[in-house]
């Protein structure tokens, strides 16, 4: 995933707020698939479609920022935080899972759809590694099964990949999530909170 070469998003226009930072995007993005899902049963179901659309990103666009830890072998406890932009904590989403491929992607998706937020949420950003474990989940999967766009963003490179969503769209909301460091700041708590609870 990092070997691709990366292409810089062109700025935003002066209408909108200036980005703090500038990131790249991964060329290829990945589609988001062939519409179907799994639902618990193991059946074939039709996926609700990603919210597309995001024209214009607004300063308090509301991000659900994920974290990882190991929890026990085999299984991983997930954080996410949903956060206004780069400006505040809105809320709060914790979930244990198997590391099964697909069951994680379960887990995480109807963890994300039973949050009280989950209305207001436009998209989910995560790093591509945390607390030493590699990304956990399949991106188009994911995007599937909770019908919101996916962010990857690598901290080494400031890198950003996205999947449902154009590269222009995910350069522009990540620059204006980086209120006051150069990494994310939605990101950056992610990890904070999600080392607090590991350590509780």
Same mark, same amino acid.
């Given at each position: 995933?990092?070997?691709?070469?990366?292409?810089?998003?062109?700025?935003?226009?002066?209408?909108?707020?200036?980005?703090?930072?500038?990131?790249? $995007?991964?060329?290829?993005?990945?589609?988001?698939?062939?519409?179907?899902?799994?639902?618990?049963?193991?059946?074939?179901?039709?996926?609700?479609? @990603?919210?597309?659309?995001?024209?214009?990103?607004?300063?308090?666009?509301?991000?659900?920022?994920?974290?990882?830890?190991?929890?026990?072998?085999?299984?991983?406890?997930?954080?996410?935080?949903?956060?206004?932009?780069?400006?505040?904590?809105? &809320?709060?989403?914790?979930?244990? *899972? $198997?590391?099964?491929? &697909?069951?994680?992607?379960?887990?995480?998706?109807? *963890?994300?759809?039973?949050?009280?937020?989950?209305?207001?949420?436009?998209?989910?950003?995560?790093?591509?590694? $945390?607390?030493?474990?590699?990304?956990?989940?399949?991106?188009?999967?994911?995007?599937?099964?909770? &019908?919101?766009?996916?962010?990857?963003?690598?901290?080494?490179?400031?890198?950003?990949?996205?999947? &449902?969503?154009?590269?222009?769209?995910? *350069?522009?909301?990540?620059?204006?999530? $980086?209120?006051?460091?150069?990494? @994310?700041? @939605?990101?950056?708590?992610?990890?904070?909170?999600?080392?607090?609870?590991?350590?509780?």
């Amino acid at each position: 995933m990092l070997g691709h070469r990366l292409a810089q998003a062109p700025k935003p226009s002066e209408s909108k707020l200036r980005p703090t930072a500038s990131h790249k $995007c991964f060329h290829g993005a990945v589609a988001v698939g062939s519409g179907l899902s799994i639902d618990d049963r193991g059946e074939a179901v039709e996926a609700r479609p @990603p919210r597309s659309g995001i024209r214009q990103v607004k300063r308090e666009i509301r991000i659900l920022a994920l974290a990882w830890f190991p929890a026990g072998e085999g299984s991983l406890e997930l954080v996410g935080v949903v956060f206004r932009g780069g400006l505040w904590l809105d &809320g709060f989403i914790r979930a244990r *899972a $198997c590391r099964e491929p &697909g069951v994680l992607e379960r887990d995480l998706s109807q *963890a994300v759809r039973n949050s009280p937020h989950y209305g207001q949420i436009r998209l989910i950003m995560s790093p591509l590694a $945390c607390m030493g474990v590699k990304l956990p989940f399949d991106a188009p999967i994911l995007v599937e099964k909770t &019908g919101l766009p996916v962010i990857l963003y690598a901290s080494s490179s400031g890198g950003v990949k996205p999947f &449902g969503l154009s590269s222009e769209a995910a *350069a522009t909301i990540v620059a204006e999530s $980086c209120a006051f460091w150069r990494k @994310p700041e @939605p990101l950056r708590v992610a990890a904070l909170i999600a080392g607090a609870v590991k350590n509780m």
